[in-house]
């Protein structure tokens, strides 16, 4: 059973940082492209950072300078530094894993950044 669980999430104020984590299980997770989405309210869903099995990064240009997507194949984790926090960051953050036609999504977890 493939299992993406993310953590991290929270309320911080403008100007802060927050680091959220995505665990895999029941994947080859060497061999998958991972990623971060975010859905705010009343929003579609949206990439964040994405990073290929052999550590390209890409970033929405809203978070470039901000965020930082990593990954450890060892600990079949990834995560996503995110520095300067800013209100318009507050939504639903989800981890994907992607591979070939396979496709998995975490459950999400809440970032609110809000003074």
């Known amino acids: 059973q493939v299992q993406l669980v993310e953590s991290g999430g929270g309320l911080v104020q403008p100007g802060g940082s927050l680091r959220l984590s995505c665990a895999a299980s029941g994947i080859r997770f060497s061999v998958y492209g991972m990623g971060w989405y975010r859905q705010a309210p009343g929003q579609q869903r949206e990439l964040v950072a994405t990073i290929t099995s052999g550590g390209i990064t890409n970033y929405a240009d809203s978070v470039k300078g901000r965020f930082t997507i990593s990954r450890d194949n060892a600990k079949n984790t990834v995560w996503v530094q995110m520095n300067s926090l800013e209100p318009e960051d507050t939504a639903v953050y989800y981890c994907?894993?992607?591979?070939?036609?396979?496709?998995?999504w975490g459950q999400g977890t809440q970032v609110t950044v809000s003074s």
């Open positions: 994907n894993a992607r591979f070939a036609n396979l496709d998995y």
